[in-house]
């Protein structure tokens, strides 16, 4: 990935298309904001670990994604096996707390009271064998205290009444009084609401309390990449929604159509 676009500065294959990107300068995203620590010393290599981190790095965000992978894979055997994706991929999400025969996983893991047992099941997690257990340690102290999107659900389960109860997070919602493209850190009442029925719209991101259902997270809701991958998004912070505007690149002129 040796090509770089001079209007967002982003890595890119040789053969990728220009406008792929932020279509030539039109879309402007906020730029990832430096972590504090835990974090930092990481990504910079200042910490002795930084370079296990960086090497296992997708690894320690399974450890603390909310949401699941999906996509029709393809496997081929033979000599040298291998995995194919055919289509889009996708990401689904479950019920924020497990049936009583089921192990906490995903979202779930942050509800268990205990941070020491949170530790001990998101070091079991498949594939975590070769991490750290200080890492995941520093790593849940630091999203419980900065990542909104963790504190939101926490704050939305405790008023949760029964199993039919839903948590709805709007697709296209902002906390009143904060810049379209500004995410501090949202109350229930800000960004989301408690609801029972289907008082929801296609986009929305909709998890009940209990249920045996599992709900593909819609591609353009803000939240679909800070749900998926946390250690980028470390504050739960907006990503890309159709409801971003295009700006002339040189002007700066917002486009109305």
């Known amino acids: 990935m040796t090509t770089i676009c001079r209007y967002c500065n982003a890595l890119k294959f040789k053969r990728e298309t220009a406008g792929l990107c932020c279509a030539s300068g039109k879309v402007k995203l906020d730029p990832l904001l430096t972590p504090p620590q835990p974090l930092k010393p990481l990504f910079d290599g200042s910490d002795p670990d930084s370079s296990h981190f ?18 029709n894979i393809i496997r081929e055997g033979g000599f040298m096996p291998t995995c194919k994706i055919q289509g889009q991929i996708y990401h689904l999400h479950g019920l924020m707390v497990p049936t009583p025969d089921e192990p906490h996983q995903f979202l779930q893991i942050n509800f268990i009271s205990s941070m020491v047992d949170q530790l001990n099941v998101r070091c079991n ?44 997070i709007r697709a296209d919602c902002t906390p009143t009084g904060e810049h379209v493209r500004r995410f501090n850190a949202p109350t229930v009442n800000d960004v989301a609401a408690i609801t029972v029925g289907d008082t929801t719209k296609s986009r929305d991101i909709v998890v009940q309390r209990r249920s045996n259902i599992m709900h593909r997270v819609n591609e353009t809701h803000r939240l679909y990449d800070a749900l998926q991958y946390p250690i980028i998004y470390w504050q739960g912070q907006d990503g890309y929604d159709i409801t971003l505007k295009m700006v002339d690149p040189i002007t700066g002129t917002i486009f109305t159509h």
């Open 125 to 168: 997690i498949q594939g975590t064998q070769q991490l750290k257990r200080r890492i995941i340690e520093q790593l849940q102290a630091f999203f419980h205290a900065n990542n909104a999107v963790v504190n939101m659900f926490k704050t939305a389960l405790e008023p949760m009444p029964s199993d039919t109860h839903k948590f709805v």
């Open 54 to 71: 960086l090497q296992h790095i997708l690894e320690y965000n399974n450890c603390f994604r909310m949401t699941s992978f999906g996509a």
